[in-house]
């Protein structure tokens, strides 16, 4: 495993004391209970003024002073709670870990917990199938009900009881510690009870009453190898999803190229990025990404900074631009000189951003776990009231016997498998009809979040557009037509590798006109060309551009204005020395997005526009959308301080985006939505990914995501029914008025029912459509 470090850092004199910050990995969280966990914990410990857990990276970052508290006492705080560190991370080495180094490590920890999963689960199973079959039968499989079946099932039980069955107890024992109960504890109370009642039953069933009469007291290993698996199986789920988040911080680290073209006098020699210092001077060429943030010393070419900005076109670049690393240089070589590296640069500030989102996440409550808070204590106390009431009855050692028999049938009958499948089985059918109809959901957490969105913050480009520019407009002046300049411009760009210009050649080709390559061409960045076509010099350009060779643009200036007021790019175009159009590209919105923004509004959820785009132009794009609320010139941290803005103001947030600037923002918002045309790192930073028909399918998403969740409140609603009467029943509360006690075929067959009636309401999920 890649490991942080645990040895102490220099202290740092703040003023008010030495300090010093380490980062521990921690193993065995399984949940956002587990972080709490360890934060109080560690905020326990005298010296320690701050302690963060992320269950993602799987890291306890601590800040403390090193007079009062150490190493060992941090780590005996962290085991004292129940969990543990990798043994290697003892070795010496830096305080605090990179990027690439928690993701790898949060990447092998998850990895290592789903194939122990994986074991247990087929361990279980296996043995499970056999008890399940012998316990099910009531006698109709020769010998199974006899001395040899019944020891059969306890060495069946007892093997799932301490091999895949055991997490269970010990974290049922930690929460048990902390005074807490979760859904480790139902398992463990259930199982444990029933297998230590089977047991008896098997090994001294005279304890029994009617033992003497040759009546076997029925036994419930069957129960105890059903509920094992099920858990199992939906805990295997949940890593599967939960992996899903360190893809993000892994695909933005490496967006860094690992080797940069350092310069020294006229040498040029290849070294890893890692060994740049701010001063070193390196060559970027076209193709390639930025290896650190810097300055363009010469050079001049258009940079894709996206990443950064949202922005569809293209930034210019000439000497004394500043430069990003990780932004894609496109269209010409430059000499950078690197101001920035490591931590510093502004790749850093975004893969720090992702990181801190996501250990901050804090996922809704799971229904079951918090059910099963208040649930465990009731039948607790239920069961204890049988015992005692039962032994009132009749104290004798008959009475004692059958008063252990009831208290024990209340906890077997409060059984926590139709409780245990209420949220898997949901979850397992509405993500499967999710990827028939193109949305891809990453657990139930997501699902159960995004049935509660009420405010969707939603990117600009590639989201609502189509994130590329296209010919949005072409004017003529009276000397030409407009198809006839439109064929001049694109034959003029058909040199360029400029987006501006292969908009433009595509809005030619789309009209059929022919192109023809020009016999000369010159690119000024950021101002212009020039090309010569059929004997004729084209200028294409802005007004200052074409003002310098005397060009008056004064006649199509107002028209500039007004299309550049609503979102366009215009660039004027000049033949043979004399004003002859113009034409604009613009980064138009998709027709799917106005459909889905009114779909939005009719579920009631609010919708803003968060972007880094102009101010000019996004609010062109929200008008015509029926988007009121728009954010604009924002960078990713400042998307992602929105999300946490709105988040503070009570909101259900959804954030919808589709490139890496967005990664922060989707990994804050309670529910990230990616449009999986864009990145992959949005894609994995996100919860949900839209895979067909783009923001198309965020009303399809929202809509599953409620029927979901009414679903898994219906199959808890019935779990409970099931609860409510059987447990009273296992209890003996009938016994008063017929004489009759539950009889253990019945309570086997009303715990398979329980489940079948919850698998069954969630199957209706099948039938859930496309939302209008």
């Known amino acids: 495993m890649s490991t942080a470090s645990v040895s102490i850092p220099a202290p740092q004199d703040t003023g008010e004391g030495a300090i010093c910050r380490i980062d521990l990995p921690v193993e065995g969280m399984t949940c956002a209970a587990c972080v709490r966990r360890i934060e109080r914990a560690l905020l326990a410990v005298p010296g320690v003024s701050d302690a963060k857990v992320n269950l993602v990276t799987r890291t306890a970052t601590v800040t403390f002073d090193p007079s009062a508290a150490s190493t060992k006492t941090l780590v005996a705080a962290i085991e004292s709670a129940g969990y543990s560190l990798p043994e290697s991370s003892a070795a010496p080495g830096r305080p605090t870990v990179a990027p690439a180094d928690r993701a790898a490590a949060a990447e092998e920890s998850l990895d290592g917990e789903r194939r122990v999963l994986s074991r247990d689960f087929v361990i ?3 043995l499970s199938v056999p008890l399940l079959v012998l316990g099910m039968s009531h006698g109709r499989i020769p010998g199974a009900d006899g001395t040899i079946g019944r020891f059969v099932q306890l060495a069946l039980a007892t093997a799932v009881v301490v091999g895949p069955g055991r997490r269970f107890f010990r974290l049922a024992w930690v929460a048990l510690r902390h005074r807490a109960a979760d859904m480790n504890t139902l398992v463990a109370l259930g199982t444990g009870a029933a297998w230590v009642y089977s047991a008896i039953a098997v090994v001294a069933p005279q304890l029994f009453p009617h033992a003497e009469h040759g009546m076997r007291p029925h036994v419930y290993f069957e129960a105890v190898g059903a509920i094992i698996s099920f858990v199992l199986l939906g805990k295997l789920l949940e890593t599967r999803a939960c992996k899903r988040l360190t893809d993000a911080v892994r695909g933005l680290v490496a967006l860094q190229p690992r080797t940069a073209r350092r310069l020294r006098g006229d040498v040029e020699e290849e070294i890893p990025a890692a060994d740049l210092w701010p001063g070193d001077i390196v060559r970027v060429r076209p193709g390639q990404r930025m290896p650190s943030d810097g300055e363009v010393v010469s050079g001049t070419s258009a940079i894709d900074e996206s990443m950064l900005t949202g922005e569809s076109l293209p930034i210019d670049k000439s000497t004394g631009a500043p430069v990003f690393g990780g932004t894609l240089n496109q269209s010409g070589q430059l000499t950078v000189r690197i101001t920035k590296t490591g931590a510093d640069t502004a790749l850093a500030h975004i893969v720090e951003a992702v990181e801190q989102a996501q250990g901050s996440k804090a996922p809704i409550a799971r229904l079951a776990d918090t059910v099963s808070a208040i649930f465990v204590p009731v039948v607790l106390g239920i069961a204890t009231l049988a015992f005692v009431v039962w032994v009132a009855m009749d104290p004798s050692a008959a009475g004692f016997a059958a008063a252990v028999e009831r208290f024990v049938a209340v906890l077997v009958i409060a059984c926590p498998c139709a409780l245990g499948l209420a949220t898997p089985a949901a979850v397992a059918v509405g993500t499967g009809r999710g990827a028939e109809l193109g949305v891809l959901v990453k657990g139930g957490t997501a699902l159960e979040a995004a049935s ?5 913050l939603v990117d600009k480009t590639g ?39 292969k908009a433009l050649v595509e809005g030619a080709r789309a009209r059929n006109l ?24 084209v200028r294409i350009g802005t007004a200052r551009y074409l003002a310098e060779l ?39 919105p998709t027709p799917e997005a106005k459909q889905a923004v009114a779909a939005l509004h009719e579920l009631g959820v609010r919708v803003a526009m968060v972007t880094g785009d102009r101010e000019a ?22 998307k992602a301080r929105i999300v946490r803005e709105e988040r503070e103001r009570g909101r259900i947030v959804a954030m919808v985006g589709d490139g890496i600037n967005d990664a922060p923002a989707l990994a804050g918002a309670h529910v990230g939505i990616a449009v999986a045309s864009g990145t992959d790192i949005a894609v994995a930073a996100a919860d949900v990914a839209l895979l067909r028909g783009g923001i198309a399918a965020l009303p399809t998403a929202l809509g599953l995501s409620r029927a979901t969740l009414r679903t898994i409140r219906q199959n808890l609603f019935w779990a409970f029914i099931y609860n409510v009467v059987g447990i009273p029943i296992a209890a003996g509360a009938l016994y008063p008025l017929t004489g009759s006690l539950l009889s253990p075929v019945l309570a086997s067959a009303a715990m398979s029912l329980s489940s079948v009636s919850v698998l069954l309401s969630s199957l209706r999920l099948r039938r859930f459509r496309h939302a209008s």
Not at 452 to 456: E, L, Q
Not at 519 to 535: K, T
Request: hydrophobic share 45%.
């Open 124 to 126: 279980s199973l296996v």
């Open 452 to 456: 509660r969105v009420d405010t969707v």
């Open 463 to 501: 989201t609502l557009t189509a994130g590329r520019p296209q010919l949005a407009a072409v004017k003529a002046l009276a000397e030409v037509s407009e198809d006839e300049l439109l064929r001049l411009v694109g034959s003029a760009e058909l040199g360029s590798e400029h987006p501006v210009a």
């Open 514 to 537: 022919a192109l023809s390559a020009p016999e000369d061409f010159r690119a000024d960045a950021g101002r212009g060309v020039v090309a010569r076509l059929d004997g004729r010099e």
């Open 550 to 588: 005397g060009i008056d643009a004064t006649p199509l200036e107002e028209l500039a204005q007004g299309l550049a007021r609503h979102g366009n790019t215009p660039s004027f175009v000049a033949v043979e020395g004399r004003l002859a159009g113009l034409v604009a590209v613009a980064d138009l």
């Open 617 to 638: 132009t996004a609010r062109a794009v929200a008008q015509q959308l029926g988007i009121h609320e728009v954010f604009a010139e924002v960078r990713p941290e400042d």
